[in-house]
């Protein structure tokens, strides 16, 4: 059984058929020439599938209407706390050292006094629509990065509210904590820069990629409904903090170079900078997130990947191999996702479709796991991941079966009945209904194991690693 769509000029990706029948896929590994090229139109082909130009400029429109009721309620959240007494002065040199050259943070700046002086005197309904703006913006957010992960399902209003309060209470209170740390590492290197200006400069350079590398990889973490580790989100924030360090350095050096922008535009010289420089925030932030969500599928060597005639036949039969070994893999019936990408390398968007057909069916149960959740650097497990088991007897569940399901199911022998009743050529109807039976024959004739007899007793899947089977045999409650 050969796998489909295998590009012939990558020979490190081989399918082969064992002695007992079952597939086999090779995991030798290796980046060619012609794959390295590959993975640039991958690239480029997932920039274009996700519209990220267009989708930054609508976040650039909402994020510009949004703006000013989530600096009020940060500002207002800032006047709680006492530690956070001296946050305006802070967040005037933020602006002006780390997001914006100085004639547009200046004029930033003064708008953010106003908006603290105006916080106090916000009534009830005035709070709640302020809230309701931010709420708006940030459901946009996390659909945008939804649609960048492939997520079909968001999350439970009553989670995305939770969530959105958190950021919302919390997120003024980390972003005040980062201001003190940066005004202390100005402070430290202040005397520095007397004696060694390149060297003052290269560590708050790198202590701005730091904590920029920080935010990002909370951010693609937090926000996707999809389980993300930590470390695909790190060299994703990293790359996105590094372009945001090199965007702002580029655009300041061009308003001190090309100041005919004040001329052009005079007084609202700041608010065209402002909204450009905040599309090229969204870009690099969007990059990121693509970067991040593109490296699982990178790692699983499916990149390459392009249905084809018979594939969802082979990825179920791979799905359902791991199911039906799951008892060697972790010494339990439940398979966790991970374990199944891991040993399959089926991305998550096909995975979800093979999986989501098989519970229809009644062949494959969905168990949620409740156990504390556990992080590592290699490894991260949700208190909420997914476990699949098989439920399917694997003494009558019949290659036949699945093949039905994925290639040739019962919604096309009803199609050829309806167009036996409708068709007024007989003849043409009478082919065409004993092609489809022909075919069917052929299915119980050539696929009549069942899943046993096919990959035998002990359900053996290879030679892959046991890297993610700890999550399947996690407790769940």
Not at 128 to 155: D, K, Y
Not at 258 to 265: L, R, V
Not at 433 to 447: I, Q
Not at 460 to 473: C, E, I, N, P, Q
């Amino acid at each position: 059984m050969a796998m489909p769509n295998q590009p012939p000029q990558h020979p490190s990706h081989t399918a082969t058929d064992s002695a007992d029948g079952s597939l086999e896929v090779s995991l030798e590994r290796g980046l060619t020439r012609a794959e390295a090229k590959d993975l640039v139109r991958f690239a480029l082909r997932r920039l274009r599938e996700e519209r990220l130009p267009q989708v930054a400029g609508s976040l650039t429109f909402t994020t510009t209407l949004a703006l000013v009721p989530l600096l009020t309620i940060v500002l207002a959240i800032f006047t709680m706390f006492p530690a956070f007494g001296q946050v305006r002065t802070m967040v005037d040199a933020w602006f002006v050292q780390n997001l914006m050259p100085p004639a547009i943070a200046s004029t930033i700046s003064g708008n953010l006094t106003q908006f603290a002086s105006k916080a106090k005197g916000l009534s009830a309904l005035g709070a709640v629509a302020l809230l309701f703006t931010t709420a708006a913006t940030m459901s946009l957010i996390e659909r945008v990065f939804n649609q960048i992960w492939g997520v079909r399902q968001p999350r439970p209003w009553t989670q995305r509210l939770l969530v959105y309060w958190a950021l919302i209470t919390l997120g003024p209170i980390l972003f005040g904590a980062s201001l003190s740390f940066t005004s202390q590492l100005v402070d430290v290197t202040g005397g520095l820069e007397r004696d060694a200006s390149v060297l003052a400069t290269l560590a708050f350079t790198l202590a701005s990629i730091a904590a920029t590398t920080g935010g990002y990889t909370l951010l693609y973490v937090a926000v996707p409904n999809r389980h993300v580790t930590w470390r695909d989100a790190f060299w994703g924030a990293l790359a996105a903090a590094i372009a945001f360090e090199v965007a702002k350095r580029v655009f300041g050096l061009f308003i001190r170079q090309f100041p005919t922008y004040a001329i052009i535009y005079g007084a609202l010289a700041a608010l065209p900078l402002f909204l450009v420089w905040i599309y090229v925030t969204w870009m690099i932030t969007l990059v990121g997130a693509l970067l991040t969500a593109a490296l699982p599928v990178v790692k699983y060597e499916r990149w390459w990947y392009q249905a084809a005639p018979g594939g969802a036949f082979v990825d179920a039969m791979s799905v359902l191999k791991v199911l039906h070994g799951s008892a060697k893999l972790s010494g339990t019936a439940l398979v966790s996702g991970s374990t199944i990408r891991h040993h399959t390398r089926i991305g998550y968007n096909e995975l979800a479709r093979l999986l989501h057909r098989m519970v229809a069916e009644g062949w494959v149960g969905r168990v949620h796991d409740q156990a504390p959740a556990k992080i590592s650097w290699r490894h991260t497990k949700r208190a909420s991941q997914e476990h699949w088991v098989l439920l399917a007897d694997p003494d009558t569940l019949r290659l036949a079966d699945v093949y039905r399901l994925f290639v040739f199911d019962f919604a096309v022998e009803e199609a050829v009945q309806r167009e036996e009743e409708a068709s007024p050529d007989t003849a043409l109807s009478l082919d065409t209904g004993a092609l489809a039976r022909r075919v069917e024959e052929a299915v119980e004739a050539g696929l009549g194991e069942t899943l046993r007899e096919h990959f035998g007793d002990t359900g053996d899947t290879g030679d892959a690693g046991d890297a993610d089977a700890d999550a399947a045999a996690a407790p769940v409650s």
